[in-house]
């Protein structure tokens, strides 16, 4: 952790986080001891990580029955006098099923993707705002009580940041049960914020309450500076009585001003250097090079879901096997998929498609010693790393992507002076763009031509574009995300 992050702290001898998920899972095992798993990935490496420097406490939902027995205490990664101090917050199932699997995953990240079918979807009805009256609302409120409660016990400044689009109306209920106590509070949003015209399909009832909750927020984190500017522009269009400014990228409303601005997140660079290096990773770069061999690799690493647009990228493939059959046996397009969602229908469906498109790419190209796609349904974080270190193209074409992390770990650890083609709607693109070879995700031709492009390049300019993509990562990963964040909390009174 960066050290300088001790002058950003210093003004709150408190930090609370909250998120849907929390950074650890329980377990109980045979002798009835909890043991914990912790969370994956450079976030909750991060956000932990602030335990060194503050008290911080994390609240979020109970995923797993242990999680829900335990409740709340400190939990101790390597560190004995570790700080960390997680509280669960146990929804009531129905409520949970329509905050998570009615509002938050169907509706909002739908939405904020832009994967509505207008002329079938969204269809709100009653049971919609079932969800969103018993389930969203109350949740949220549930989320504000947990975190007021903690907050009261203190009597010291303390910094409530909010981690997604799960907790859009927590801090307008956190504001009127905090009345009188010195709070900050931040909310980030992760996933990508599309303009009023999009926001414009959401019931207006529905739509105020968001922005009305957020609007609470003394600070409104986005990836990029679009994703900023088109919130500003959501509210200017939806919210009554909200006085935006562009050009300081304030908000006042009620009385209260939000200051928005961009935090691209990141990756913990030395923490996925070291995974590289690890036996586990080495094995499988041994077991990979095996079904390789000396062929060219086109990677795709993504969760199964349909804003990466995974079925593109399988027909551009398709269109550049067919145009260059110069590359049939020559190339293999491995393609790591992570299950997610599967209890939602779309997702199943979309794996159908995925499973038959890639059957007949494999039925019509492929032989006896050439699988043309090889697809793995599964989750294996050092596998996917060790893949990372040995593309020579790796495809990130999402159709929208609040910042694709993929993205920026390929870059950093790939060890064959890979291209990167990289989707101008994925947020990595306001930093990657110039190291990237940067494609419409909707246009399939123009991928086919890219990959082929990305096949071809000549190894200087492969090198000098890969070091270019790793500077840009380095100079500023997950530490990077936190200290700015830090950095505009401690200069809100004077921005
Ligand atoms: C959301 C937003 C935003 C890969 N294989 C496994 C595995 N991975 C890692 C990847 C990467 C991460 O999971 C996925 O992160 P992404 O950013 O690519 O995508 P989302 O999951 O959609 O994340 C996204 C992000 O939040 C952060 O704000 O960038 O836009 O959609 O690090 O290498 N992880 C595990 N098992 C695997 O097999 N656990």
């Given at each position: 952790?960066?050290?300088?992050?001790?002058?950003?702290?210093?003004?709150?001898?408190?930090?609370?986080?909250?998120?849907?998920?929390?950074?650890?899972?329980?377990?109980?095992?045979?002798?009835?001891?909890?043991?914990?798993?912790?969370?994956?990935?450079?976030?909750?490496?991060?956000?932990?990580?602030?335990?060194?420097?503050?008290?911080?406490?994390?609240?979020?939902?109970?995923?797993?029955?242990?999680?829900?027995?335990?409740?709340?205490?400190?939990?101790?990664?390597?560190?004995?006098?570790?700080?960390l101090y997680v509280r669960f917050i146990n929804p009531d199932p129905d409520?949970?099923?329509?905050?998570?699997?009615?509002?938050?995953?169907?509706?909002?990240?739908?939405?904020?993707?832009?994967?509505?079918?207008?002329?079938?979807?969204?269809?709100?009805?009653?049971e919609t705002w079932k969800a969103w009256e018993m389930g969203y609302q109350v949740v949220n409120r549930q989320f504000a009580i947990e975190i007021a409660d903690q907050v009261r016990k203190i009597k010291k400044p303390v910094l409530i940041m909010l981690q997604d689009y799960h907790l859009y109306l927590a801090a307008r209920s956190l504001k009127r049960y905090l009345r009188g106590q010195d709070v900050t509070i931040s909310l980030f949003v992760h996933i990508p914020w599309p303009g009023p015209e999009y926001w414009g399909i959401l019931p207006t009832r529905m739509r105020q309450e968001i922005l009305d909750g957020m609007c609470a927020a003394d600070l409104l984190?986005?990836?990029?500076?679009?994703?900023?500017l088109n919130f500003i522009r959501t509210c200017e269009n939806y919210l009554p009585k909200a006085n935006v400014k562009y050009r300081n990228r304030h908000i006042r409303?009620?009385?209260?001003?939000?200051?928005?601005?961009?935090?691209?997140?990141?990756?913990?660079?030395?923490?996925?250097?070291?995974?590289?290096e690890s036996p586990d990773v080495e094995n499988f770069r041994t077991e990979i090079a095996n079904q390789i061999k000396e062929r060219k690799m086109i990677l795709r690493v993504d969760r199964l879901e349909p804003s990466k647009n995974i079925l593109r990228g399988f027909q551009a493939y398709d269109a550049l096997l067919e145009t260059h059959p110069e590359y049939q046996k020559n190339v293999?397009?491995?393609?790591?998929?992570?299950?997610?969602?599967?209890?939602?229908?779309?997702?199943?469906?979309?794996?159908?498609?995925?499973?038959?498109?890639?059957?007949?790419?494999?039925?019509?190209?492929?032989?006896s010693e050439w699988e043309p796609v090889r697809l793995l349904v599964g989750e294996n974080y050092p596998r996917a790393v060790a893949a990372m270190q040995m593309y020579?193209?790796?495809?990130?074409?999402?159709?929208?992507?609040?910042?694709?992390?993929?993205?920026?770990?390929?870059?950093?650890?790939?060890?064959?002076?890979?291209?990167?083609?990289?989707?101008?709607?994925a947020g990595a693109i306001q930093q990657l763009a110039s190291?990237?070879?940067?494609?419409?995700?909707?246009?399939?031709?123009?991928?086919?031509?890219?990959?082929?492009?990305?096949?071809?390049?000549?190894?200087?300019?492969?090198?000098?574009?890969?070091?270019?993509?790793?500077?840009?990562?380095?100079?500023?990963?997950?530490?990077?995300?936190?200290?700015?964040?830090?950095?505009?909390?401690?200069?809100?009174?004077?921005?």
């Open positions: 952790m960066n050290s300088k992050l001790h002058g950003e702290i210093n003004k709150f001898s408190e930090i609370l986080i909250a998120s849907n998920r929390g950074p650890v899972t329980l377990e109980k095992d045979e002798n009835g001891d909890y043991t914990f798993k912790r969370g994956s990935g450079g976030l909750v490496t991060a956000l932990t990580g602030l335990a060194n420097y503050t008290n911080l406490t994390w609240v979020a939902c109970a995923l797993s029955p242990a999680d829900f027995e335990w409740k709340q205490g400190y939990v101790c990664f390597d560190d004995p006098d570790c700080n409520a949970y099923e329509g905050y998570y699997n009615q509002i938050s995953n169907p509706l909002l990240w739908f939405l904020q993707h832009s994967m509505w079918d207008v002329p079938r979807s969204p269809v709100i009805n009653q984190g986005f990836q990029t500076s679009e994703d900023g409303y009620r009385s209260h001003v939000t200051k928005v601005h961009d935090f691209p997140i990141s990756i913990d660079v030395n923490a996925l250097k070291t995974l590289s293999v397009f491995m393609a790591y998929l992570i299950p997610s969602r599967v209890g939602v229908e779309e997702y199943q469906h979309y794996l159908d498609e995925i499973m038959v498109t890639v059957g007949r790419i494999n039925a019509h190209y492929g032989s020579d193209v790796l495809l990130v074409n999402s159709i929208a992507d609040g910042m694709n992390l993929v993205a920026k770990e390929g870059p950093i650890v790939n060890q064959k002076d890979g291209v990167l083609i990289l989707s101008e709607r190291g990237s070879l940067v494609i419409s995700p909707c246009d399939v031709y123009e991928t086919q031509l890219a990959l082929h492009q990305a096949l071809t390049k000549n190894t200087e300019l492969r090198k000098e574009k890969l070091s270019l993509l790793r500077k840009l990562v380095e100079e500023e990963d997950i530490h990077y995300w936190l200290k700015t964040q830090l950095e505009v909390v401690n200069n809100l009174a004077n921005s």
